[in-house]
């Protein structure tokens, strides 16, 4: 019998698409994921397996040119975030068939967070988009999912590697995925796609700055606005994590570097899904697995 997993994807932005990797690389070596809980692009990744449509995912990511990037960023002037991702979810709908959660192939969680009610938010039913829609809504930048009463936002604030939502069987096995991680950057076999800059994030990031500089005293430079949004977010994410692990132990914990990538270099999707995959192999292969 193939072994069962129940497996949990941290968010961590464009460095989530290793999450791609990790997951061929089990079912590679005969495992099969009975459950999965995500946050953030964990969700993505975690809620489009579970729909049975990972393949397409992975392929449109792939298929991003730098042009067609660069239409899908909607700007906008709200004070929550100034990213609507209309347009980036409007073509996701066209790969990602909207289900109830509840009747996907497999049991599966998103977790947001609830800034008007301050409290973490499962999500086990209802609209899949916008379960993930909430889970991706990284503060300050993307903006939040209002319904009612209600602020939804990226679930990475109270709960980045959702081990308390994943739902477990008796003998499985708990793999958790953390795409943040305080270690060595992986160096893949092929040298790296080259970096390409996007002018209009550019753009608003030097505008930003204009208004809001900080000082990073170990670096000695000055972080830019999307740095000290990321600073910020891992921080409390180290934390998280860590308490996380301590209350769910995992039996296995796959760690991608966040030094990899930055948090918006979705153009790097051949190398995130392989180092992913490297990433998992090395992993296994050292517990025999």
Known sequence: MKKQIALVLSGGGARGLAHIGIIEELEARGYHIH????????????????????????????????????????FTFSPHGFIKADKVFNILKGIIPDTDISALRIPYTATAYDLALDEEVVYRKGSLFDAIRASVA???????????????????????????????????????????????????????????????????????????????????????????????????????????????????????????????DFYKTKDLVETGRMAAKQKLDTLNL
């Not at 692009?41 to 298929?63: I, N, T």
Request: with cysteine.
């Open 138 to 264: 990284i503060p300050s930048v993307l903006t939040p999912v209002k319904t009612g009463e209600s602020v939804m936002v990226d679930g990475g604030v109270v709960n980045n590697l959702p081990l308390s939502n994943i739902k477990r069987k008796k003998n499985d096995m708990l793999v958790a995925v953390h795409v943040n991680a305080r270690v060595p950057v992986l160096q893949l076999p092929e040298d790296p796609a080259p970096k390409i800059d996007l002018p209009a994030l550019q753009k608003v990031d030097a505008y930003l700055n204009k208004l809001f500089k900080v000082k990073d005293k170990k670096e000695n430079k000055e972080l830019s606005y999307f740095e000290f949004i990321e600073m910020n977010f891992d921080a409390m994410r180290d934390r998280m994590v860590l308490m996380a692990l301590q209350q769910h132990p995992a039996d296995v914990l796959i760690e991608v570097s966040r030094y990899t990538c930055g948090t918006f």
């Open 35 to 74: 459950a999965i809980a995500g946050t953030s692009m964990g969700a993505l990744v975690g809620g489009s397996y579970a729909a049975g449509k990972l393949p397409e995912l992975k392929q449109w990511f792939l298929d991003l040119d730098m042009l067609e990037l660069l239409q899908l960023v909607d």
